[in-house]
């Protein structure tokens, strides 16, 4: 059974920063490209930043450039996603993602499996 399971949200201040982690069990992660996704309130869910399964490309949605990075650690079957200069547009509910096709440099987000979710709010 493939399990994702997110950790490290929570509630930090404005140009605060977070570390997301995300443990994934019951597949063979080094295979496979992954990354996160984000559901703001009232909003559909959208991509974050991927990864590919060589740990080579890495790929940002404009509104993060350059405050976030995506990483991955094989050996622990673990990704992350370090956040940093938040602003209350961050708010939202954070998804990791592991991609149903192998050796892909990117996800998909309509195939694969995902975490549970976990909440970042971003306020002062």
């Known amino acids: 059974q493939v399990q994702l399971v997110e950790s490290g949200g929570g509630l930090v201040q404005p140009g605060g920063s977070l570390r997301l982690s995300c443990a994934v069990s019951?597949?063979?992660?080094?295979?496979?490209?992954v990354g996160w996704f984000r559901q703001a309130p009232g909003k559909e869910r959208e991509f974050v930043a991927s990864v590919g399964w060589n740990d080579r490309i890495k790929r940002y949605a404009d509104p993060v450039k350059g405050r976030f990075t995506i990483t991955r650690d094989n050996a622990k079957n673990m990704m992350y996603l370090q956040m940093s200069s938040l602003t209350p547009e961050d708010t939202a509910v954070y998804y990791c993602h592991v991609d149903g096709q192998p050796w892909g440099i990117s996800v998909s987000g309509n195939r694969g499996d995902w975490g549970q979710g976990i909440q970042v709010t971003v306020s002062s």
């Open positions: 019951g597949r063979s992660f080094s295979r496979y490209a």
